[in-house]
């Protein structure tokens, strides 16, 4: 007998069904910041050539990606609005496609994570409450501290869905396999569900339902166009990132799962722990509860090296699970961890911005070898 789960098995290497896709494995390139896109916020070869390095991956899931210009809030990051975004990221889809891969764009919405000088006009970023947040955005001057935020009328956030429904329209035309929904790490639609950032009164603020509230109007309008199952989700309920905290984690994020079985979506991708930091988060509560709530494939990130992943899908813990900075180094991830091979180091002066170099120039095992000589 199966259990709820549609995939409990053993295997970090074997296929996978992901709505309407057969991955060739559970490893899953999770979304990656790298501030290298060019004029109007499109992507163009290099980036092409950046993600078809990695299209051994079971699944790419895009690097963040704004769905307005109003959603994004740092130097270099591409967008999926305009015709030009969609030509950039055709040529990434195209690359990833040829290499036999498959790759869902990230929707992504920043709130207040942003500044004025990377907003039209010099407008003051939006979010759900006029709330600064601590810290520094990084902008193409440099980090520069971060505003207070206007609040977002309730007029306003029709168009708000509206934007994520076109951006979703737009990576449908751009060739991407699906969307991911980018609701986690301190963004737009998280602010909008903890109660330090949003002290809304009306329809979308308050109780929990009110504050999870605009994240299942964009999951239900974004589904809507382009099909549940290609639509998955991205959570970090215990991450302080981006300055966000809740007096009740627990019950946002239970609630907000069972509100989303109704959907039937293509995953769950939840960030454990602190983004980017450590897995255990003082105050955090224990993520199974997500996992054994959610009716659909869960996929883990966040701290994952070859033992914990191998471990977690032995234990069926997750069906997937998504490296991030060990992909940026290591282009043949999925062959380095089947053959237990050492890892490239990353280099972190070429995270964000800049070239090639740190990007596309990180060796293969096979580029090692040096029977590759002989192939010539
Ligand atoms: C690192 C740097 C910039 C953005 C996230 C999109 O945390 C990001 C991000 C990460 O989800």
């Known amino acids: 007998m199966l259990d709820d789960h549609a995939t409990s098995g053993t295997d970090l290497f074997s296929p996978v069904q992901v709505g309407p896709y057969t991955l060739a494995n559970r490893v899953v390139m999770a979304p990656l910041t790298r501030s290298r896109a060019g004029a109007g916020d499109a992507q163009g070869e290099m980036n092409a050539t950046y993600y078809a390095q990695r299209a051994s991956a079971g699944l790419i899931i895009s690097e963040a990606t704004q769905i ?38 990230q929707l992504w919405h920043v709130g207040r994570i942003s500044h004025p000088s990377l907003q039209a006009d010099g407008a003051l970023p939006v979010a759900p409450s006029a709330v600064q947040p601590a810290g520094q955005a990084f902008t193409e001057s440099g980090f520069q501290p971060f ?157 994952y090296d070859r033992a914990l992943a191998l471990a977690t899908r032995r234990d069926d813990r997750a069906d997937l699970i998504a490296f991030g900075r060990p992909f940026i180094a290591n282009p043949d991830l999925v062959e380095r961890l089947r053959r237990n091979a050492p890892l490239n180091r990353l280099d972190t002066k070429t995270l964000y911005g800049g070239d090639a170099h740190g990007y596309t120039d990180y060796p293969t095992l096979d580029a090692a070898q040096p029977n590759d000589l002989a192939a010539s």
Not at 83 to 103: C, F, P, S, Y
């Open 68 to 105: 307005s210009r109003q959603g994004k809030g740092y130097a270099y990051t591409p967008g999926i609005y305009t015709d030009a975004q969609v030509a950039g990221w055709r040529l990434v889809t195209d690359a990833v496609h040829a290499k036999g891969g498959r790759i869902f764009a």
């Open 147 to 303: 505003v207070t935020p206007r609040a977002l009328a309730i007029e306003e956030i029709p168009g708000i869905v509206a934007d994520y429904v076109h951006a979703a329209r737009c990576a449908e035309r751009a060739g991407f396999d699906g969307v991911e929904v980018h609701a986690a790490n301190g963004y737009l639609l998280d602010q909008f569900m903890r109660d330090k950032t949003n002290q809304r009164t009306d329809a979308y603020g308050g109780p929990i339902a009110n504050r999870v509230r605009l994240t299942l109007e964009v999951i239900e309008a974004v589904t809507r166009e382009i099909g549940a199952e290609r639509t998955g989700i991205r959570i970090s309920p215990n991450s302080p990132a981006n300055d966000i905290a809740d007096s009740n984690n627990e019950a946002v994020f239970t609630h907000l799962v069972e509100a989303l079985n109704r959907f039937g979506l293509a995953f769950l991708h939840v960030v454990e722990g602190a983004t980017g930091g450590p897995r255990e988060v003082p105050g955090g509560f224990d993520l199974a509860i997500l996992r054994q709530r959610f009716k659909g494939l869960y996929m883990a990130n966040n701290g």
